[in-house]
């Protein structure tokens, strides 16, 4: 696995997350200089009060399964609450610089590596969102107004957190699809048995080497995209295969005959991610 780092960098170049990139970001949230102000106006206030909102925080994670697997034990528990306290002042310090942006990036790829969904942080923020209200509000109820505007300025910071993490997490996911992708060919590709890959439409996805070589069309003929008979002219084997897809009970050992050419055939069905191919 490559270092988080390394991965956090080539994201953050494929995404384009550069310093105007940040400006445009800022500018559509509308986070402005005077929003930063409000934010720096409060954020001392708020120092030291937020040891009790942690720990209800973390109390409400520990309710799910999906987020107390990622809390094995006390010592990692507290841990959790040092960091996230120390996020959690992050958002109001007014400091949303190179380096701010950078720590939100680590966070959509460090999510993405330990299988934490977006749903799940987005939820930690609203949780976020709504504890801190009361708070805020006890600190500045003595001007409606500046209360309103500052809370406003705090969703802004959070609405860009998320849509970094998110971003960055959806990339990183893309980028672990493809690189299982390319294993999974590499792989096909190396078998010594000719494979085929069907969808459910019996059209080929993929043929690996061998096959190519075994019918003769190692020369670069496409295969993709064609229908099976076109590649295997066999009498009943759409009606097997077809079978197959419907029962989901595999063949094996099927001997035919090609021209010259004897054959034994197996056909199965496996059931992908979300059952949008099946292989024979």
């Given amino acids: 696995m490559k270092p988080l780092a390394e991965v956090v960098a080539a994201v953050t170049a494929a995404l384009g ?22 934010l720096k106006a409060v954020h001392g206030r708020l120092q030291g009060s937020d040891v009790h909102f942690v720990d209800e925080f973390y109390a409400h994670l520990l309710r799910f399964d999906e987020t107390r697997r990622f809390i094995p034990d006390t010592e990692s528990l507290e841990h959790l609450k040092r960091t996230q306290s120390t996020y959690f002042e992050s958002l109001t310090a007014g400091d949303y610089g190179a380096a701010y942006v950078s720590d939100r990036l680590r966070v959509g790829v460090a999510h993405q590596r330990i299988g934490l969904e ?48 998110i971003d960055t997490y959806i990339h990183a996911d893309r980028r672990a699809v493809v690189g299982l992708k390319r294993y999974a060919e590499d792989i096909i590709a190396s078998l010594p048995a000719g494979l085929i890959v069907l969808d459910d439409s019996l059209r080929v996805l993929q043929v690996n080497r ?52 004897r ?3 197996s056909l199965n069905r496996i059931h992908l991610a979300e059952e949008e191919e099946e292989e024979e």
């Fill in 17 to 38: 997350i550069d310093k105007d990139e940040i400006v445009r970001r800022k500018a559509f949230l509308d986070l402005t200089e005077s929003d930063v102000d409000l």
């Fill in 118 to 165: 977006p749903k799940w942080y987005v939820g930690a923020y609203g949780k976020y969102l709504a504890g801190l209200l009361p708070q805020m509000w006890r600190l500045l109820r003595d001007d409606p107004q500046v209360f309103l505007d500052t809370y406003s300025a705090l969703q802004k910071v959070v609405l860009l957190d998320m849509s970094l993490a």
């Fill in 210 to 261: 061998t096959f190519l070589e075994l019918f003769g069309m190692e020369n670069g003929t496409n295969a993709a995209g064609r229908d099976l008979e076109e590649i295997l002219p066999l009498p009943e084997l759409r009606s097997r295969a077809n079978d197959v897809l419907a029962q989901g009970t595999a063949v094996q050992g099927m001997d035919a005959a090609l021209g010259e050419k």
């Fill in 263 to 265: 054959l034994r055939l």
